[in-house]
Structures are given as C-alpha cells and as structure tokens.
C-alpha cells in the first residue's frame, strides 16, 4: 500500500510546543466554521476559534484544546500559534 502523502505541522504556544511533525490532516474552526486542512492545501491565514484542534498523524489523532490562534498554511506547510 502506497504511503500517504503528508505535510508539515507545527502547533505552539509562548511557553509550550503541542505538536511538531508530520500530518495526514489537520482540523480546525473559524469563525466561518469547521475546516480540514490536506497535503496540497491552498496558502491561507485564518484566525482559529475556541475548540479543539485536531491533528491526525496516520499513526492516532492529537488533540489540542485553543482558546484562539493564527494558522498559516503554505507549501504544504501549517504553523500555528495557539493561545495567543
């Protein structure tokens, strides 16, 4: 079976880092509403709602609890700063 295509993912706060690697998808919330996040993803920055931002590896799901956050996603590429 042919390996997923994966992007880069790193979820940090100022004092911690919740995640950093690699991610089949990553879901989230604005203020427009719930959103996915895939390899090939247009280039965008959102501001994240309270709730729980969901990162799954391949492997298991990461869940991170944002009480808010800025989220870039370019080049396959998501930085998001939480808690902010």
Known sequence: MAEQPR??????????TFYKGTALSLSA???????DVLFN???FFTLIS???VRVDTGYDTVEI???RGIMRVADNNVT????V
């Open 7 to 16: 992007f880069k993912v790193k979820v940090f706060s100022p004092y911690q």
């Open 29 to 35: 919330q604005n203020a427009t509403g719930p959103f």
């Open 41 to 43: 993803h247009g280039n």
């Open 50 to 52: 309270p709730g729980i």
């Open 65 to 67: 609890e944002v009480t």
């Open 80 to 83: 998001l700063f939480a808690n």
